[in-house]
């Protein structure tokens, strides 16, 4: 049983659906930071639940790995063919099955991304909430529990994901939950596959909660003279239990960044950007309270605005920070890490972060949903430069290994992949045990996206 023999029947069953074309491949090899170039065998475009189960039957039977892709932008490898394969790229699976206005959920097919899904939503009064910045697939955003920038008040994949239909590794189908908003029916086996990023079986269809659309919105910006009274604000603004949409932090670094990349005007200084949802006379008393946080911190500048030009120009501007901070250093990639921890540990999570960031010589913009607790370093090193790729990533273990001592996670949204495989026994302990025996358990072949997340050996 072989790879080749794999692609091969795949070929015969499925035929124009699977291709080896090499720029498909490279594509498929690709990633968006600093992992090597690892493309798969072939790549399979299936349309149907159906053409899935075949696949992976075929898979399983031949010992050929297979590889989820939604749209390629995961950030710790996960969607690269370690140990070569089948990459089964789920992008022609992308399909609103049903939208149900007043139960408030739709089903959808997991090659769908949050915008398209958001543009079908426009007419009904709702909209899915989940904004990891990148116009990410929804399958891709289940599989790595992503949130993003709303995380601070709608939750993330885990608290919208309601059902799921998964193919498992030997092709049999699956239903996970209802579209009931509760059971006690037995083991939660959506929350099991929602972040197991891959390793466990495809997702095909999913059943999400969706929101309201907020009667009015508007958008906030303010600056501060340090990154201890930016981040003081943000634990001041969410103590005090303002219901905010978005509380977004950027260092200097960062608006240095975006000055270059959008002309943004910034003064180069610590930043919250921040976004109100509710009423018209909701948002304008959330706006008020927090401008008043935002001047007894020492904070200066705060601008607030309704107007949805100015807010799509601010958030779009957050959501090209990656492309933006690679403009500091023309040519560079990126080690880029996120950790979440107890929002009273913040401050000194992210000011002895920045401290060692400085003393590496390395530029290393930080920014992050810190409403939750949840930062990330863009960790800038010139492609092939192994004495810089080795500083980064030690910056990058010991970014980690401070989240841990302070009793948060060493990834709060990215996931694990194959990048940060290495903390998993110092964070889950015996419980990174179980996780293997369930991998086994549901893949005992070790099919499903080898390489990330669990050990297998």
Not at 150 to 167: K, S
Not at 199 to 222: D, F, K, M, Y
Not at 430 to 447: C, F, H, N, S
Request: net charge negative.
């Amino acid at each position: 049983m072989t790879i080749t023999s794999a692609i091969a029947e795949l070929g015969t069953v499925l035929g124009d659906r699977l291709t080896t074309s090499k720029s498909e491949l490279d594509l498929h090899g690709q990633n968006e930071t600093h992992f090597a170039h690892m493309p798969p065998d072939a790549v399979l475009y299936p349309e149907t639940t159906a053409e899935v189960s075949t696949a992976l039957a075929i898979c399983h039977r031949h010992d050929c790995p297979v590889i989820p892709w939604g749209t390629g932008t995961s950030l710790e490898g996960h969607a690269l063919a370690v140990n070569g394969g089948v990459t089964i790229d789920l992008s022609r699976m992308s399909r609103v099955l049903q939208i149900n206005t007043d139960d408030m959920d739709a089903v959808v097919q997991p090659g769908i991304t949050r915008e398209a899904l958001n543009t079908e939503l426009r007419a009904t009064g709702l909209f899915f909430p989940i904004d990891p910045g990148a116009n990410a697939s929804i399958g891709g955003m289940a599989s790595t529990r992503a949130s993003g920038t709303t995380a601070v008040r709608y939750g993330t994949m885990r608290e919208n994901v309601l059902a799921l239909e998964v193919v498992l590794a030997d092709g049999r189908v699956i239903r996970t939950g209802t579209r009931a908003r509760k059971s006690s029916a037995g083991y939660d086996l959506t929350a099991m596959f929602v972040g197991a990023e891959g390793t466990l079986g495809l997702i095909t269809e999913l059943t999400l909660r969706l929101h309201g659309q907020p009667e009015a919105v508007s958008a906030a910006i303010c600056v501060f003279d340090d990154i201890d009274t930016a981040v003081a604000t943000v634990i001041a603004t969410i103590q005090m239990g303002i219901p905010m949409a978005r509380i977004e932090f950027v260092d200097e670094a960062t608006a240095r960044a975006f000055n270059i990349y959008a002309d943004a005007k910034m003064p180069e200084k610590p930043h919250l950007l921040l976004e109100f949802h509710g009423s018209d006379q909701a948002v304008s008393e959330q706006a008020e309270r927090v401008g008043e946080i935002v001047a007894d911190m020492g904070g200066h500048d705060f601008q607030w605005t309704t107007k949805a030009e100015d807010r799509n120009a601010l958030w779009k501007m957050r959501h090209n920070a990656y492309y933006a901070t690679l403009a500091l250093k023309p040519g560079a990639t990126a080690v880029v890490t996120d950790v979440c921890v107890p929002i009273s540990r913040l401050a000194d999570a992210v000011r002895e972060t920045r401290a060692d960031i400085l003393a590496s010589g390395l530029p290393g913009p930080i920014l992050g949903h810190v409403g939750d607790g949840n930062f990330h370093a863009i960790l800038l090193i010139e492609p092939g430069n192994a004495a810089e790729k080795r500083l980064a990533l030690d910056l990058s273990h010991r970014l980690a290994n401070r989240a841990l001592a302070m009793g948060g996670t060493v990834t709060g949204e990215h996931g694990v992949g194959m990048g940060k495989l290495d903390y998993m026994v110092a964070e889950h302990g015996e419980g990174w045990t179980v996780m293997g025996d369930i991998k086994r358990a549901l893949d005992p072949k070790g099919i499903m996206n080898p390489g990330k997340l669990v050990r297998t050996n």
